[in-house]
């Protein structure tokens, strides 16, 4: 709690000072306001109206930028390519602009990797907040590394997760959740059969990173092989890569989709618990500008600080971006979207191995899926087809580093738009039936950064916000937020402490944060939960589920999100008492699954608060059941065998793209 | 008292702009950024933007005359010309831009055609009236605070 104070005595910005930030855009008008603004929030601003040059520049010196903020519509190169590009090659926080918000277009940054996507005019308040997005992503990637021990944990050690995943594979073959498995190995190494993943001695293999040129043959392999049969060892033999393994694979995809579908989900999340907010704000053409801002990681974020939108007492619109904003959420909000998307019946045709992008497209006709799919992200494993292969929520921090949700402002505007009614279940991830195994994907992600489920009462892993270790910024040292120990869980927490009853509060009075919330000020915990939830490696360590952190932001959206459909469960623990969780699957699948809580599902009940720390617990089966459920018939299969595949293609978008 | 007068006047032109709709939040934010170090940034801002935005206007009035029209391509310079627009706070030519990408989107020429019409003569009214004001501006000394309309 101290660290929290210190945040909160901040007399100014929380921002760091120094962050070098790279700035495209090809409206000499657009990029000058822009490079001012930033200037005043103290970063160190390049400009250029090029893509190209920028892509030079980045590749000159990875080291030299800690985040790009790219418009999307640019004359010389497609501002999604560019994106993917920076993602892959530099895995840089890439935050997308535009003068549009539409649900397609962040569907479409979402599953491009952006970590947010705001709309213009950009405000002040909302660059303010984007450091966050660099916290994140550093803490995600160093963690990784270090954590040889814990493959699931650190999301990101590829090599780690290989090891493992291959054999695991082997072990489970024949088993439609064995896709889903897949995914979850990596995760789930230690828990289910990894048992090598646990050797420490056994990791780290060397990254592989996932380049341009492999992705597209991995969209290219997956294309040939069809959703049905794109399975990860199908497809990497394909590919023919030596080195990469499905892990990788799936590590980097579910990173990338799990912030996606963080983001998302804080988006269905949020949207989930305001439905009428969000109905109103999807309803008018400015909904994405009011839901981009508002949801919009900064605002997300920002809002976290806001004890009130962490006490889930704002259900309000505004109240719900604050919770979504609880990087815990994103776990949430995933499973929300999951959730959402179970609600209506899941479109095979998202696991239909559309690449993300496809997905995203496609959930944009209907204009509903868009975000549950997130949802789906918490993939219960063994029974949910839910995608959410989050299982062992380990913490995968790096995972959701990597993207930070933000984009679940994008999403909080998806979310709007793809409503419950939304069969897919929101972004292109597939998460029709598909969803769920990107969900689980992604669920993995968000939740290793969160701890999924594992703790409930880890709330502390949304904590990172809090934890975000400054030193982890290079550039800025000024970074005023001192890492927040990830002991204080109840950071992220503060979102379920303060809610007091919201439908989530059933769930939400079980969970650990809100009991478990040392009390240290909600406010402190706010301002700590303003990072979405980079720090997650702090709270994951423990491996704490801490779905919330998963949700790098914006699954603390999602999560808050509250299930649009109101099926949701609210994840928490007592999903057995939501009539939801009755329902759909066997509460003892949702823990297991561990995304459960995220599943938005206690989200969508409770204030976003809620959701978040639903996500923590990874009892949330409540809502993943539902989406489990509701998944389970059509996509399950399917989204098995997608899974952790199905995923990486829907977010490379080349398929679909 | 002349630059007194000159400051009325300055805030009156301003609230009007502001009253009838012509301006929005975003010129305030701008007049925010202007400092001691920035002293003449929006004006700098709206000149560049009218600067730049004429060959977009140049390159709408071209694609409108084609027949049929491309819809495509109207919607990519309309994307570009309500970014700008509104970073400079240019309210009703944003919702224009706004009414014709729905046009777009729909596929109305006739629809798209008007509004752009519409759209132009904002535009170039509230170029005449930023002039104005800036001239004033510079009569009336550095600019106060930037000051919310009421």
């Given at each position: 709690?101290?660290y929290y ?5 901040d ?7 120094g962050?070098?930030?790279?700035a ?13 603004l930033?200037?005043?929030?103290q ?40 994106l ?19 649900t397609?277009?962040?569907m ?10 705001l709309?213009?005019?950009v405000?002040l308040?909302?660059?303010?907040n ?22 699931d ?21 024949g ?32 990254r592989?990173?996932w380049?341009v ?29 030596e ?7 799936y ?48 605002g ?19 109240g ?11 776990n949430?909000?995933n ?33 509903k ?30 995972i ?6 933000s ?11 793809t ?5 897919h ?18 669920s ?16 502390s892993?949304?904590v ?66 303003g990072y979405?939830?980079n720090l ?21 959206s999602?999560?808050?999100?509250a ?29 297991q ?8 599902c ?38 098995k ?17 | 008292?002349?630059?007194n ?31 001691d ?9 709206v ?12 390159s ?9 029209l ?34 777009c ?34 009569q009336?000394?550095?600019?106060d605070?930037a000051?919310?309309?009421?």
């Amino acid at each position: 709690s101290q660290y929290y104070r210190r945040i909160m005595d901040d007399s100014g910005d929380r921002f760091p000072i120094g962050m070098r930030v790279l700035a495209v855009d090809d409206d000499p008008t657009c990029l000058l306001v822009l490079e001012t603004l930033l200037r005043r929030c103290q970063y160190h601003v390049t400009t250029t109206s090029q893509a190209r040059t920028a892509l030079t520049m980045l590749r000159e010196n990875k080291d030299k930028f800690d985040l790009v903020i790219s418009d999307v519509h640019m004359p010389d190169m497609d501002g999604f390519k560019l994106l993917e590009l920076v993602g892959l090659e530099m895995d840089l926080p890439v935050i997308m602009l535009s003068a549009y918000g539409d649900t397609k277009l962040v569907m479409k940054g979402i599953s491009h990797g952006a970590c947010d996507y705001l709309l213009k005019p950009v405000r002040l308040e909302e660059l303010k907040n984007i450091w966050q997005h660099v916290i994140r992503k550093k803490k995600s990637d160093p963690k990784e590394k270090n954590k040889a021990s814990k493959p699931d944990k650190t999301t990101s050690d590829s090599g780690s997760g290989l090891r493992s995943a291959g054999t695991e594979n082997t072990d489970e073959n024949g088993k439609l959740t064995k896709k889903r498995k897949d995914q979850d190995e990596d995760e789930d190494e230690d828990k289910e059969n990894g048992n090598e993943n646990e050797d420490p001695s056994a990791q780290k293999k060397p990254r592989v990173v996932w380049s341009v040129e492999l992705h597209r043959k991995f969209v290219a392999a997956v294309n040939q092989l069809g959703i049905d049969k794109a399975v990860p060892k199908k497809i990497l033999d394909m590919m023919n890569v030596e080195n990469i393994t499905r892990e990788n694979k799936y590590r980097l995809y579910l990173k990338r989709i799990s912030c996606v579908a963080n983001q998302q989900a804080s988006m269905v999340a949020a949207l989930g618990s305001a439905d009428q907010s969000y109905l109103r704000m999807g309803g008018s053409g400015h909904f994405h500008n009011n839901a981009f801002r508002s949801f919009s990681p900064n605002g997300i974020i920002g809002n976290l600080n806001t004890p009130t939108g962490l006490n889930g007492h704002g259900f309000s619109p505004s109240g719900l971006l604050q919770l979504g904003q609880s990087q815990s959420f994103n776990n949430s909000s995933n499973d929300q979207l999951k959730f959402q998307s179970t609600i209506t019946p899941v479109n095979q045709n998202i696991l239909q191995g559309m690449p993300m992008s496809i997905g995203f497209d496609h959930l944009q006709n209907n204009s509903k899926g868009v975000f549950p799919v997130q949802n789906l992200n918490t993939d219960v494993k063994p029974t949910f087809p839910i995608p959410n292969k989050f299982p062992d929520q380990r913490p995968k921090v790096a995972i959701s580093s990597s993207h930070p949700p933000s984009l679940g402002i994008s999403n909080n505007g998806l979310m709007l738009e793809t409503h419950p009614e939304g069969k897919h279940g929101g972004i292109g991830i597939g998460y029709g039936s598909s969803s769920s195994s990107v969900a689980s994907q992604h669920s993995e992600f968000s939740f290793s950064m969160l701890d999924q489920g594992r703790h409930s009462d880890n709330w502390s892993s949304v904590v990172p916000l809090s934890g975000i270790q400054t030193n982890s910024f290079p550039s800025s040292e000024c970074f005023r937020q001192t890492a927040i120990p990830p002991s204080d869980n109840m950071a992220s927490l503060p979102l379920q402490s303060g809610y007091p009853g919201g439908s989530l509060a059933d769930n939400m009075a079980s969970l650990p944060l809100q009991a478990g919330y040392p009390g240290g000020s909600l406010a402190d915990v706010h301002s700590q939960v303003g990072y979405p939830g980079n720090l997650p490696f702090q709270g994951w360590e423990d491996r704490n589920q801490d779905a919330t952190y998963h949700s790098n932001v914006t699954c603390g959206s999602i999560n808050s999100l509250a299930p649009v459909n109101g099926a949701v469960v609210p994840p928490g623990r007592t999903t057995t008492n939501s009539p939801l969780h009755t329902k759909f699957c066997d509460p003892m699948q949702m823990k297991q699954a561990g995304f459960a809580e995220f599943t938005e599902c206690s989200s969508s009940r409770q204030p976003r608060a809620n959701i978040v720390s639903q996500q923590r617990f990874s009892n949330n089966l409540g809502s993943l059941e539902y989406l489990a459920s509701s998944m389970m018939e059509q996509e399950q299969d399917k989204m098995k065998l997608l899974g952790g595949d199905f995923i990486c293609d829907s977010y490379s978008g080349g398929v679909s793209l | 008292m002349d630059r007194n007068n000159s400051r009325r006047q300055l805030a009156a032109m301003k609230q009007s702009l502001f009253d009838q709709g012509h301006l929005d939040e975003q010129f305030i934010q701008l007049e925010e950024l202007q400092d001691d170090a920035n002293p003449n940034f929006v004006e700098e801002i709206v000149t560049l933007y009218y600067r730049d935005s004429s060959r977009l206007i140049s390159s709408l009035e071209q694609t409108l005359e084609r027949n049929p029209l491309d819809f495509n391509k109207l919607d990519t310079i309309m994307h570009q010309f309500k970014g700008s627009s509104s970073s400079i706070g240019a309210k009703k030519v944003k919702a224009e831009s706004t009414l014709i990408r729905e046009y777009c989107r729909t596929g109305n020429a006739e629809g798209c055609r008007k509004s752009f019409q519409q759209m132009k003569k904002e535009y170039v009214a509230l170029r005449k009236r930023l002039e104005n004001y800036f001239q004033l501006a510079r009569q009336a000394g550095p600019m106060d605070r930037a000051s919310r309309p009421k």
